[in-house]
């Protein structure tokens, strides 16, 4: 079985965002970029299934710019067999990513494709779940616990009730929460090795996908800052101050 | 004619409270709108529905294969009556979350996500980055709109109506590639934490399950829902559906208490439109202090049990 894996070039999750002056998007010069905290875990997930003898190759996709090649390499460094850039200079939005990502699976023919349940910048949490609309196959989202048996998926995903657990017949979508794994470091012999590895750059164009019903997104502004509080001494003054303004 | 639906969450029991809150939104889109619950055995739920204030009609749609919240199952039945709406408004909620795209994309739409504020029927407001940047959506007129509606930012609209409930045949069968396997809530009696007017939350600084407790012990005290920061469920301290924050819940309570949370980014979104933000953390210089209404650098293993005596 092969399995695919979605990766997005995003602001590092550490980076501190900030707005630019003229509302026109959030400063990404010469800020750290990185794969999406909840990609990496799709990751590291898929190369454990192949670890565990239940997959025989792992590929990573993304979509964007040359510059996410670099997010490919981490992947591959990670262990993936090899990656794929559907090259775009557009940013996209879910719906095409998810028709894109379709016409991959039509090639590819994977067992199984497994995404991050949102991207860090966006906040969307669309594109799996729309992926496996489109390819008229089960969705399995937020998944914190996998298990493989056959062809049938058990996945346990987290709910604001708790833990539900779905079974899925695969091929099958999944999309990643964070306690499903912690990713592994890559280590340097493993980036050398990634340079190696195929990489194959495939044009929107050539995937016969365009941007239809698009968004339009502007006016990007920063929240409204809450107004500075006040530090007390002790628990009376908390308290006193919880009674004073209503709260308790 | 524009007309919006709205897809209503439930458990089976109970109508979710962020039916309302869509409600609201769908209000300020300024067009009639009608409420469908999907599911078995829903008579009262629907009755709730009904009585939300604006809602013209309560759809029902009562099939066994609808009991539990399966997207694909549900999106069927939303994608085949969707012909009859200009908007289709799902809440923020993980089961809206899980649905709505799917719908989305089987109407061949965007989805606006997480709504804040409506500016008219096609230009929405919402948060990115997990809050740290606001934004201007338009939406295509010519499109149906499929979103979901950030609860936190909504009032739940009031109880005061009376719509009518018309029983309809669900369309589809039922999905033969995904089955429901079983639900485990962690939770206890406590307040719902996506509408709780109060929340007590405890972070790492707890250091144990047990240490858990005192949290739990003050939320029942000032009737409070308990809340928890990621590295405290990482940590295995209490269930995953206590998580505020980015990947867990975005709550707007009038009250937030957190104990022993330093106040990652990822966190603070969660509870940035919380009406007061007390903070106690013995690190002074914890980010959350930044944001707190009021503060406290202290030890929460003191200050906890004062409390306690004090609100007693």
Redesign the interface.
């Given at each position: 079985m092969k399995i695919l894996v979605g990766i997005k070039r995003v602001v590092d999750y550490n980076v501190r965002i900030r707005v630019k002056p003229d509302g026109s998007g959030v400063d990404t010069d010469g800020v750290k970029m990185s794969i999406n905290p909840f990609d990496e875990i799709a990751l590291e997930e898929a190369l454990r299934i192949r670890e565990a003898g239940n997959a025989d190759e792992v590929i990573v996709v993304s979509l964007g710019g040359n510059e996410c090649q670099q997010q490919l390499r981490t992947g591959l460094a990670m262990g993936a067999d090899r990656a794929i850039q559907i090259d775009t200079s557009e940013k996209q939005q879910p719906l095409t990513i998810a028709r894109a990502f379709l016409k991959v699976i039509e090639k590819e023919q994977p067992g199984m494709v497994i995404l991050g349940k949102q991207a860090i910048d966006g906040d969307n949490s669309q594109t799996a779940q729309m992926l496996a609309a489109l390819w008229d196959r089960p969705q399995a989202t937020f998944a914190s616990e996998m298990t493989l048996s056959g062809d049938t998926a058990t996945v346990v995903r987290e709910v604001d009730a708790g833990l539900e657990t779905i079974e899925v017949d695969l091929p099958a979508v999944i999309s990643v929460d964070l306690r499903l794994n912690e990713p592994r470091f890559v280590k340097l012999p493993d980036i050398m090795k990634a340079k190696r590895k195929p990489l194959e750059v495939i044009s929107m164009d050539e995937l016969e996908v365009s941007a239809e019903n698009d968004l339009q997104i502007s006016h990007y502004t920063p929240p409204p800052a809450r107004s500075k509080g006040i530090m007390v001494e002790d628990t009376a003054q908390l308290v006193a101050e919880l009674k004073n303004r209503g709260l308790v | 004619m524009s007309r919006t639906l709205i897809i209503a969450e439930h458990?089976g029991n109970n109508l979710n409270p962020s039916t309302a809150k869509c409600a609201s939104c769908a209000a300020a889109l300024g067009h009639p709108f009608d409420i469908v619950v999907l599911g078995t055995s829903i008579n009262d739920i629907a009755g709730e529905a009904a009585s939300i204030e604006g809602a013209a009609t309560v759809i029902t749609i009562d099939a066994d294969h609808l009991a539990n919240p399966?997207?694909?199952n549900h999106?069927a039945e939303v994608v085949a009556m969707a012909d009859n709406y200009t908007h289709i408004l799902g809440p923020s909620?993980?089961?809206g979350?899980?649905?709505?795209?799917?719908?989305?994309?089987?109407l061949?739409?965007?989805?606006?996500?997480?709504i804040s504020d409506v500016e008219d029927a096609y230009h929405f407001k919402r948060?990115?980055?997990?809050?740290?940047?606001?934004?201007?959506?338009?939406?295509?007129e010519?499109?149906t709109l499929v979103a979901t509606v950030r609860v936190a930012s909504w009032k739940a609209a009031g109880a005061g109506g009376s719509a009518a409930v018309e029983s309809r045949a669900a369309s589809a069968a039922a999905?033969?590639?995904?089955?429901?396997?079983?639900?485990?809530?962690?939770?206890g009696e406590r307040p719902d934490l996506?509408t709780a007017t109060?929340v007590v939350s405890g972070g790492r600084a707890l250091a144990s399950k047990e240490n858990f407790d005192l949290i739990y012990e003050l939320a029942d005290l000032?009737g409070g829902g308990a809340g928890a920061s990621?590295a405290a469920?990482?940590a295995g301290y209490c269930?995953?559906?206590m998580q505020v924050g980015?990947?867990g819940?975005i709550i707007s309570p009038?009250?937030y208490m957190a104990f022993g949370i330093s106040g990652a980014?990822?966190h603070i979104t969660g509870i940035?439109d919380a009406g007061?933000?007390?903070a106690?953390n013995k690190d002074a210089e914890a980010p959350i202090?930044e944001?707190?209404?009021?503060?406290?650098?202290?030890d929460l293993f003191?200050?906890i049990p004062?409390?306690k005596q004090?609100?007693g």
């Open positions: - | 458990d399966l997207a694909v999106a909620t993980t089961v979350r899980d649905l709505m795209p799917r719908i989305a994309a089987l061949g739409v965007n989805q606006v996500s997480d948060p990115i980055y997990a809050g740290n940047a606001i934004v201007d959506v338009h939406a295509p010519s499109a999905s033969s590639h995904t089955r429901f396997v079983k639900l485990e809530s962690g939770g996506q109060r000032i990621r469920v990482d269930p995953n559906d980015q990947t819940k009038d009250l980014i990822q940035k007061t933000i007390v106690v202090f944001i707190a209404d009021i503060g406290l650098a202290a003191t200050v004062e409390l004090q609100l």
